[in-house]
């Protein structure tokens, strides 16, 4: 008879978008896998699952790190950032924008949808996630730059020059919102405003589901 199988699991605390977890989950179980399954948080797509395609970047303690490369035990005590939580990083920093509809963007996810960064979106959480890191090192990168950060995210159906576009777009967005005094010392004047798009843009969605 065969003896039943266990898997060993740990319990562990994670900060995920501010916001603390403490779960027990499998030893084996990867970071994409506790994010998507276990908190439900399927912005972070799953693609090749052997650390080629960037698809499930997100930040760990700040640093853009592959989530199918990391098991969940191995972030026990540390902070991760997906793209759920980018809305609330603009919105802490006075640097959001808002959708026609309403919907609270970071300015590189509009600067995806405003020139023409994603197809399909499959791959975009990664980019947004290492392009967000190195705006976070580099408030001016050049091209040249964007492409090696973005070197590790593999696109399929957009082409990489629109993408180059939308993170040159996002950074200058970033650094006018940075420098534009506001009237009464707090928000800037253009943060918050509605801009002139007329579609909604998927936050966490998943592709794929
Ligand atoms: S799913 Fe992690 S790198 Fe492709
Ligand atoms: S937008 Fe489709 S893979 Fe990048």
Redesign the pocket.
Known sequence: MTEPQFEPTTTISVTVNGEEFTQTTEDRKLLVHFLRDDLGLTGTHQGCVVGKCGACTVLHNGTPKKACMLYATQVDGDEITTVEGLDRIAEENGVDMETREGTTLHPLQMGFKENHG???????PGFLMTSYALLEQDDNPDRDEIESAISGNI????GYNSIVDSVEWAAAELRDEATTPAPDGGVPEECGTNHDIDVDYPTGGDADE
């Open positions: 994603l197809q399909c979106g499959f791959c975009t696109c399929r159906c957009t």
